[in-house]
DNA sequence: GTATCGCTTTTAATTATTTAATACTGTTTT
DNA sequence: AAAACAGTATTAAATAATTAAAAGCGATAC
């Protein structure tokens, strides 16, 4: 009983706004709901009757609970009455009567790009001891979040926890990579197998007559322009297995194309020999593709994944010498 | 300073034992240490001097901060003398002397399996809210490891986050088992020419001549021992599959099998009719494999796995109706 | 000079606390 | 009477706080 009509004078405390110490969560969903509902309470004339709480509720999409601390704190700033079902709006809302959102972390959502781009991009060695209490540092996101995102890469063998707690890098290793490696081309040669057999109004076949056109007009001023291909190859490999609708396939697709991209734009050995071979490669699958010659187009693709392969293996050999 | 003497007496205050509220994090790894050194102290005479902290670190396989804990508590006991590099040990050590570990939970290992068979076994529903603090409660395992599953089964998409906290089972709907099953001919299809490739002294070849041999054993009475082909159903595909070394198709593999196992086992629908085709399926790709013909063994397989299908959506489709 | 120790600092596992969500119950309104 | 609603109680999720363990760092003994 106590414990919610105390919602009404807890913010009166002095000070007016919690200690931070005394947040295990935080309260940014009732932040954001109050804002959401002044918002509403703009739109509605003063005297205006309110709707019902679950209505609210519905309109910012939090809980009743939520709610209630909400009018709780609209009915003691004077904003409104409230006694019971009867909410009525006593003055339009000002734009400092809204609460300011403590600045929370709008990072999490990139997390695993600029993981792996740290990796990737610093050449983090196998076998190295991960730290969340740093990684949170370095990232900028809440511990949890970060065991979390380790768990799921665990799923993909990329690290492991340590028998005296805490996490370690496994790849990139040799074995890693060949892996990796083998496993894409048995996705890619899938996917080649489901372009054949798209029908000729899927959307494919013009997305794909568009990169035709884009690889040889990068072909025509490779000498100066070929670091651009690194797109290139990303939105051929995205127009193949965008035809395979998986979600498994989906989900490795993503760390797949980001490791071999980055590899692309760091790896500047023969760059431009390296990415003139390519775009032959690309445009002798597209060719096949298009001529529906199944066999051919998966001969195309072999070669080209081989390559790919070799690329990424001895690009690893370089910084293991370095 | 005092955080570190504190050591020396604490297991000297009432009790003897900490009060589990006090214990953020539990000491399992001190009593194991503590029992292994007792274990070490017992293979040396009374007088021997014991080896450096560091040594004695390594041998217990946990930090100098532990090993020093350990040897207050040997000290206290009157086991040993310590005075800084001068140990020695004062008595044989005495099977009560050991402390007693506390049950942790021991079921953490097998959560995945037992997670799985839950909603196989009870048939939960698609979209159906997951509570960590349910979950945690059934199957008596903490809740943070029960976040990091849940996190690591996100990327097989078998679950998700929900926007008002906590998470959702997404599976198991019919796109779900149409993509895992599509999912899995890829890489069975795969499996299966890497076995092709196999050199004759493979140890796959061997282990298909023995699983060869339990088919026709099983289809001979299979009248009255239908249903023992779920474990053989699992012990060809896992012979097939051996052979691929790839941690991302064993980590697939691991949950594919699972779900087809159950599904094999729960589904009683023309179960005699059923395992005694797939024997059959079985034997015919056995055999492609054996005379070394890929297309063959790829079109049995392709057989195979189509019925598979059949049965893993007819099988949806009946607890549907339930 | 180097191995080892005492002590400090840092990290990770786990509990505890706070906020939010949800379930339940009786009352009012239609 | 039935539906909608607010008040209350319970439960769960997020996250801070706490403790065990690990890592680090001079000092010291050999």
């Known amino acids: 009983m106590f414990f919610i009509i105390s919602y009404k004078y807890r913010s009166a405390m002095p000070g007016g706004q919690q200690r931070k110490k005394d947040m295990a969560r935080s309260d940014a969903r009732y932040r ?22 679950s209505a609210l509720s519905a309109i910012a999409g939090v809980s009743r609970t939520v709610i209630r601390r909400c009018l709780s704190r609209l009915e003691e700033t004077g904003l409104i009455s409230w ?8 003055r339009t809302p000002a734009p400092e009567d ?21 990796i990737l991009r610093f050449d983090v060695p196998a076998n190295t001891p991960l730290s969340v209490a740093e990684l949170s540092r370095n990232f900028d996101v809440p511990q949890h979040e970060l065991k979390e995102f380790l768990a799921g890469l665990s799923r993909f063998g990329l690290v492991a926890r340590r028998k005296q707690g805490g996490w370690m890098l496994l790849g990139f290793t040799r074995e890693f990579a060949v892996e990796l490696s083998d496993f894409r081309t ?11 057999d798209a029908p000729v109004d899927h959307p494919v076949w013009p997305r794909l007559r568009e990169i035709r056109a884009a690889h040889l007009a990068l072909r025509s001023r490779i000498d100066t322009d070929f670091h651009e291909f690194s797109k290139l190859d990303e939105a051929f490999h995205e127009a193949v297995n965008s035809v395979v609708k998986n ?3 989906a989900e490795f697709q993503k760390v ?3 490791i071999f991209h980055y590899h692309y734009m760091w790896d500047k050995t023969h760059e431009k020999i390296r990415n003139a071979a390519a775009i032959g490669e690309h445009l002798a699958i597209i060719d096949a593709l298009e001529a529906r010659d199944g066999d051919a187009a998966r001969d195309a693709a072999r070669r080209h994944l081989k390559t790919s392969k ?8 370089a910084h293991e010498f370095a």
Not at 98 to 118: M, N, P, Y
Not at 186 to 195: D, F, G, Q
């Open 247 to 249: 979600r498994f396939v």
């Open 32 to 53: 954001e709901a109050y804002n959401t509902l002044l918002d509403h309470c703009a739109t509605l004339p003063p005297g205006a009757v309110l709707p019902a709480e």
């Open 256 to 258: 797949i194309s980001l």
């Open 83 to 90: 006694d019971g079902r009867d909410k009525r709006i006593l």
């Open 98 to 118: 809204r609460i300011v959102l403590a600045d929370g972390h709008g990072a999490s959502d990139d997390l695993e790009r600029r993981f792996l781009d740290w």
């Open 310 to 317: 070799t690329t990424l293996l001895s690009s690893l050999r």
């Open 186 to 196: 048995v996705l890619e040669l899938n996917a080649i197998s489901h372009v054949i």
